[in-house]
Every structure is written in C-alpha cells, then in structure tokens.
C-alpha cells in the first residue's frame, strides 16, 4: 500500500474508532440511565400499590384478608388507573402465596395464576450492552415483584407491575441510529480531511521527488521514480546512495588535492593555484618560502588577509583575472622579510565547464637558475675540454719527452762548456719539467673520472686532512676548530677525491692566513644530504676575484698554479654536490659545499 493511502486509511480509521467509542460511551450512559429512570418508576408504583395493600391488610382479620383484597375498591381503583394512565404499565397485580391474582388491572385475569413476565431488577443487573442486546431480542414485558405479609410476619403474597419495554427500546434505537448517522458521517468527514491533509503532507515529498529526479544515477542504479508512490524508504535509500557517493567524490578530491599537492612539491619553482575570489587553493613548499609564511598558515585563506593589494603575486593573479588571459613572465623582486629575491612571474587563467576558476601563478628564482645556468655552462665546458685536451696534450707529451732525452744529451755533449751555457741548459731543463708538471695537472684536471664509491666517515677524513696540515698551521699560529655532527651519516663517495677537495680548501685557508688565524671545518646534516662549511679568517677575496676563483690556472700567488680550486670544483660536482663561496676582502672566506645523499 502507498504511504499516501496509509495515511488515509489510518486517519479515518482513527475517526471511525474515536466515532464507535464515543458512540458506545453515549449509548451505554443513556442505556443506564432509561433503564434505571424505567425501573425507579416500576418501584415506585410497587410501593404504592404495596402500601394500598398494606392498608387493607390492617383494616382486615386474616381470615377475610383474600375477599378483603379483591373487593377494595380503592385498591382496584388504583391499579387500574395506574394501567390506564401509564403507557408503558402493562398490567399491575396483587397475588396469593401460590401466584393466584387477587387484584389484576385486567378483570378477565382476576383469580387465575399470573404467569410472571421476567424480572426487571435481574434485567437492571446486566450490563448495558447485555441490556441492548436483550431489548433488541424483544423481551417486551419485565416485571418488579415485591413481596409482603399478612401483619403477622407471615408471607401473603407479592405485589406485580409489568413494565413495556417497547418505549425504552424505542427511545434507545432512536439514539442508536442517531449515533451510527454521526459515526458515518464523521468517518466520511475524517476520509475527506485526511484526503486533504495527504495531498498538502505529500506536496513537499513531490516536490523532493522532482527535484531528486534530477540527478542522474550512477550505472546499475535504477532510475529515481516515486510515480508509484509505493515506497517512500526509496527516498532513504536514495539518500544513502546519493550521500555514499558524495563520500566517494569528496575523498577522490581529497586524493587529487594530495596528488596535486605532491606533484607541485616536485617542482622547483613556488606555485601558488588561486581562487576566483583570491583564496589560495594550494601551493608547494617553495611559495610558503617566497611569502615568508608556512603553507598551512595560507592554504585555504584569502591572500587579501595577508598581504597588501600591491604584492606581485596579488597584482599578476589581478591583472590575469580581469585580463582573461595568461600573464607574463616577468621579473619582480619580492622580499619576504629576508633578502629581495628576483623572481620570474607568471599567471595561467583556470577553467572549467562553468568559466574562469581561478588562477595559478608561478615563480622561478632568477638568481639561482642563472647561477645553476653557469655551473651547468662549466660543466659542459669542462666536459668539452676534457675530450679535447686528452688529445692535445698527447701531442705536446711526446715532443717534450723527446726535449727531455736531447736535453740530456745536449749536457753529455757539452760537458766542457762555459757555466753560461750550463745555465741555459738548467733553465731550459727547468722549464721542459716545469710544463710536463703544468701538462699533468692540466690532464689531471680534464680526465674523466671513475668515482670509487666507498662510505666515507667525515670525521676520520677530517682527522687525516688534519694531521697532514697541522704542522704548517702551528708555524703559522693557525687555530683549528673541527666539527662533525653527531649521527651523521657517512658520505658515500670517492675517498680520496674527497680528500683532495677538502685538503685543497684547507691549504688554501692557510695560505690565507700567513700571520695566524681561525679555521673553522663543519659538517651537518641537511634535509637531503651533508653540509660541509670551511671558513677562514684569512685576507679574503676581492669582488672581481671571486667570480672566477673555480677556473682553471686561476692563481694569485706566486707559487700558485690555480688548479687547486678546479680540482675542488670538478670532484663536488663529480659527486652530484654544489660549492657556493662567501667572501669579504679582509675579512676571511667561507666555502660550503653541499653533497646529496648517495646510495651506494
Ligand atoms: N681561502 C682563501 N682565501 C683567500 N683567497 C683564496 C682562498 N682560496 C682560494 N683563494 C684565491 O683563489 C685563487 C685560486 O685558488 P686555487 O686553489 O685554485 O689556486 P692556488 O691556490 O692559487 O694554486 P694551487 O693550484 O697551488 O692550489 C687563489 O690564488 C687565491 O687568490
Ligand atoms: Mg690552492
């Protein structure tokens, strides 16, 4: 059955209760109270005829008290006028012990036995609905008996008055019918506004009905259909599917939000996707660093709540959401409380089916692309250099080499010669020996390297490169201060290039501080791999100077051959790492190199 015919059928079947119930209330009350009012009257006629018999008895000898009775004319008087005057007294009668009448309100039955009509009082004892249903079986005649004596206390006889019951019955099934028409009506009345009610109750679920029959179903799922009215659970059911697959939409948001998120955390440069309203939807670690915030203080906010409107990035997402149309790059210098940083702008207008949807900005650091542009320029050079020496320098080895041997005999020949000309001879051996070095190191320099990839302890590295300069640093009142941190991880790399790298550095350091001074080693662990810092308090380097300190045969000192630092330079990047130099002429000089974690 239809929720909406459920609800009829219980209305009205609640009216028809509440009808039947009153009506049962009513009849009953009324039963009671005609029945009682009926047989009040019987017994007050009783009692009067009793008192007219008890008069005669006082008047009368016992032994005439029967020819008494049945010729006074009072009595008959009376209880004949009872019959006649009351339409529901049917007879009245006085009788013997035995039932035989002495008195009868009909003549014709003087003397004969009175066969009694059924008791009243047992009539009046049953309960109303006994009562109804006996009235309606037509017991038309019930009595009330009331015994009496002769005045000596012995029983004589008993006084009779029969009531109709036709009247009652009457004036009951009028009330019945009375009732059973306002029940009926009040029924229809209740299945008319329960009518009404469904229909004003249902218009909200119709309206719920259209409004859901809007959403498509998800495949397998049958269409949304409540024409049949047959089964409003289906609305819950709905509901319960509707509200899974809400779930599934939210966490498969949540999911491209994580693999947004990650995706940008892989680039290098800070993007920053806005809202239409200026809301930052996300951004990678970089942009939190760029706005000098962390991403969980901004993700979700509005940019307004935390920077001015002329913030670059607040400028660009303006000008491309009012544009309509990609913007940029271009250069801005944006500084977020540390030093400004030159940044390469540029915004991309989002879509989706309903329009513009916001915006996502990107910004690349000018600096440390041209900076990784030269060191990817160096290596490239070197790299080029490389195949290119090995072959030169194979040219020039060989014609030294036979310098060397004619050199040699050129001194066997003029053993005898001036001391001028021995002279020549040194400084020409001198200078064939001296390039020979120049060409090794060069070659040193050039050659592709194999790594031999061992773990290196820092520490006992440090230790090594120490000991081999101590002694120097003690003649020139150098103080060393070395420091590793705990649980770091060894380095994996190529121990002895290594050592080179920070022997070379530490060399140099020295030969920084002729007159004394501090030299401070640190390595620390970084978020993806080792620190290592060798600073000086040493002479320093002048501005020009230091652009160039990593390229080859680049010396200031008179001894110098300029390969130290290229050598330094080569291996870090050998390594995968970066070298960075800070230094203020007079003021000492730091490097700090940084090597990436290296699986072995
Ligand atoms: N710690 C330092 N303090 C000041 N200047 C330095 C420092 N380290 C290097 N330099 C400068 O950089 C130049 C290049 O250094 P590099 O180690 O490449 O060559 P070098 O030390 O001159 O010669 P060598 O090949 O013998 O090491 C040095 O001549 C010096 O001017
Ligand atoms: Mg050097």
């Known amino acids: ?89 049917m007879y009245v009668a006085v009788t013997d012990r035995d039932g035989f009448a002495l008195v009868h309100s009909n003549p014709l039955e003087l003397g004969d036995k009175l066969t009694p009509a059924p008791s009243l009082e047992s009539f009046v004892a049953k309960n109303p609905l006994a009562q109804l249903w006996e009235l309606r079986q037509g017991h038309n005649v019930l009595e009330v008996a009331m015994p009496f004596d002769d005045g000596d206390g012995e029983p004589f006889g008993a006084v009779h008055v029969a009531i109709s019951t036709l009247f009652l019955k009457e004036e009951i099934w009028n009330v019945v019918t009375q009732n059973v028409l306002l029940a009926t009506s009040a029924v229809v009345a209740a299945f008319f506004a329960s009518l009404f009610f469904a229909n004003w109750l249902w218009a909200p679920i119709e309206l719920l009905r259209r409004e859901l029959g809007r959403f498509q179903p998800v495949d397998g799922e049958p269409p949304l259909d409540f024409q049949s009215e047959s089964d409003v659970s289906r609305i819950a059911e709905f509901f319960a599917s509707m509200s899974q697959r809400l779930d599934d939409q939210r966490s498969a948001r949540e999911n491209d939000a994580s693999w947004l998120s990650t995706m940008l955390g892989g680039l290098s440069d800070a993007v920053l996707v806005f809202s239409n309203e200026g809301r930052v939807l996300s951004l990678n670690e970089r942009a939190a660093e760029l706005l000098g915030l962390g991403r969980d203080e901004i993700q979700g906010k509005l940019f307004a709540d935390f920077f001015p409107e002329e913030h670059p990035v607040a400028e660009i997402v303006k000008t491309a959401l009012e544009g309509d149309e990609p913007v940029g790059p271009v250069d801005k210098t944006i500084a977020n409380g540390q030093r400004p940083v030159v940044y390469a702008l540029s915004a991309q207008v989002l879509r989706d089916e309903s329009g513009v949807s916001g915006v996502m900005v990107s910004a690349r650091d000018m600096e440390k692309l041209s900076r990784l542009g030269s060191q990817l320029s160096y290596a ?147 978020e993806d791999g080792v620190e290592i810092v060798v600073a000086d308090s040493g002479v320093g380097i002048e501005p020009e100077m230091l652009e160039k300190i990593f390229d080859l045969y680049v010396t200031t000192k008179k001894k110098g051959s300029g390969i130290g630092l290229s050598m330094v330079y080569r291996i870090v990047q050998l390594h995968g790492g970066e070298i960075t130099v800070e230094s203020e002429k007079g003021n000492g000089t730091r490097f700090t190199i940084h090597l990436p974690e290296m699986r072995a």
């Open 1 to 89: 059955m239809g929720f909406r015919r459920k609800q009829i059928a219980g209305l009205t079947l609640v009216a028809a209760a509440v009808a039947l119930a009153t009506s049962l209330v009513n009849l009953t009350a009324l039963v009671r109270f005609s029945v009682a009012e009926t047989e009040s009257r019987a017994r007050f006629l009783a009692e009067t005829l009793r008192h007219q018999a008890s008069r005669v008895i006082r008047q009368t000898e016992p032994a005439e008290l029967r020819s008494a009775l049945t010729w006074d004319a009072a009595l008959i008087n009376y209880a004949e006028g009872i019959v006649g005057y009351s339409a529901t007294t």
């Open 380 to 526: 490239q050079k070197l790299a080029a250099l490389g195949k290119l020496t090995s072959g030169v320098a194979h040219e020039i080895k060989n014609p030294l080499n036979a310098m060397v041997i004619h050199v040699a005999l050129l001194r066997e020949r003029l053993k005898r010669a001036s001391p001028e000309t021995q002279a020549s001879l040194d400084t020409l051996e001198k200078e064939i020996r001296r390039l020979d070095q120049v060409i090794q190191g060069f070659l040193r320099f050039t050659r592709p390297e194999d790594l031999q990839l061992t773990s290196v302890p820092l520490r006992e590295l440090f230790d090594e490169v120490e000991r081999l300069v101590s002694a120097e640093a003690k003649a020139s009142g150098i103080e060393i201060e070395t420091k590793v941190a705990e649980e770091l991880p060894p380095v994996h790399g190529d121990r002895e290039l290594l050592q080179q790298v920070f022997l070379n550095l530490v060399q140099n350091a020295e030969e920084a501080m002729p007159h004394g001074g501090r030299l401070h080693v640190e390595a620390s662990r970084t």
